[in-house]
């Protein structure tokens, strides 16, 4: 027997949805937004970074989400650190979103701060879309970035 939802239990499921994420998504996250790639003379050395505090729910290690192994000689290394939600509607009410309801963010140069450890995006998607499609939850992929400080506190 198949069950199909009507459009009124589309839409509760989006309130539901929602509703959780408003009470749930207050992890406060520093979004280390990138602005300028180039310095004035043309090196891609020298970033410049607004600050954006934005909320979320971050998953520790709470199951394989994307695969991110860094292969050694000895075999392979999970690298995968953590995984970032974020409210499709929070981000659209908030002008994060673009035309086609993707995230703003640049994801080879743009950072996140949580708990004082940045990490880098390894990964994005969209997740939980309504009847129509449209998505309600976007999921972010992070690694601690190793690049710049040994302990990465900031």
Known sequence: MSYFLTTEEWLEYEDVINSFS????NQEITWLRCVRSLSV???DDN???NEVVIKGLIHYNVFRSWPINLNTSTG???SESALLLLNNKYLNDNGYLNEHGQFKMRPSLDKFIINGLRYVNKG???AAQTYNNNPLIHFIVLL???TEEPDNRY
Do not use: A, I, K, N
Not at 22 to 25: Q, R
């Open 124 to 126: 994005d998607s969209q």
């Open 47 to 49: 970033p410049l970074y």
């Open 144 to 146: 601690r970035d190793y």
């Open 22 to 25: 408003e009470d749930t998504f």
């Open 41 to 43: 003379d043309g090196s």
């Open 76 to 78: 392979q290394v999970d």
